[in-house]
């Protein structure tokens, strides 16, 4: 298997990574603005936050802490429930700290929903969210995200960091997969 095998699959490229790495370091400048001088811990969402949690970070000028956590929605298939159980929780003491929730995509809006009421029982001084990738007409429940790269169309994208059946996620560019992987 050598590289392209990944991207064989893809049946249209939405976001290259050339566009990805623009698009975040944009982000990362707007972050560094509105934190500056602030004391600022990066939650990433395993496992999709990965790729985007360290271009993010390495794409800030500013000292950061990176803190993970890992969260399952019970629900059947590719359908959330709202119904969130933390596998692994911040090593992290948030209290009067900035925080800033890093994810890949916001679907339905139930899981960063969840989570950020979580973090924010934790008495943080802040707690925001930013997002690769949104679907507007997929929010089941509102979710204020500060930071968005961009507004995508209802259906199902996989690449830095977003999976089908746990593959994909290696592919440097965003897109959408060819039916007959679904078959
Ligand atoms: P939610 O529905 O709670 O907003 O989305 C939770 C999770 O569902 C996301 O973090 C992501 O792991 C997964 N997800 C939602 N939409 C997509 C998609 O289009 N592609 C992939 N690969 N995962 C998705
Ligand atoms: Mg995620
Ligand atoms: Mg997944």
């Known amino acids: ?28 400048a707007e972050i560094e603005r509105d934190y500056d001088g602030k004391d600022l811990v990066l939650v990433g969402v395993l496992r999709g936050a990965v790729m985007i949690m360290a271009d993010l970070a390495r794409a800030l000028g500013k000292h950061v802490e990176m803190d993970w956590m890992a969260v399952s929605s019970y629900g059947s298939g590719t359908k959330s429930s709202g119904v969130v159980r933390i596998l692994k929780d911040l090593d992290a003491d948030i209290t009067g700290r900035h925080v800033l929730i890093v994810d890949e995509i916001i679907d339905t809006g139930l899981t960063l929903s969840w989570l950020t009421s979580n973090l924010g029982s934790r008495g943080p001084a802040s707690v925001e969210i930013a997002t690769l990738l949104r679907k507007p007409e997929a929010l089941q429940m509102p979710v204020k995200a500060r930071y968005v790269g961009w507004d995508i169309p209802n259906e199902f994208v996989v690449g830095y960091g977003l999976d089908y059946r746990e593959r994909y996620r290696n592919l440097r560019d965003i897109g959408t997969l060819s039916p007959s992987v679904y078959s």
Request: proline letters at 0%.
């Open 1 to 28: 298997m050598d590289a392209s095998d990944v991207a064989d699959d893809l049946v249209e490229v939405l976001f290259t990574e050339k566009q990805i790495q623009d698009r975040v370091a944009e982000l990362a």
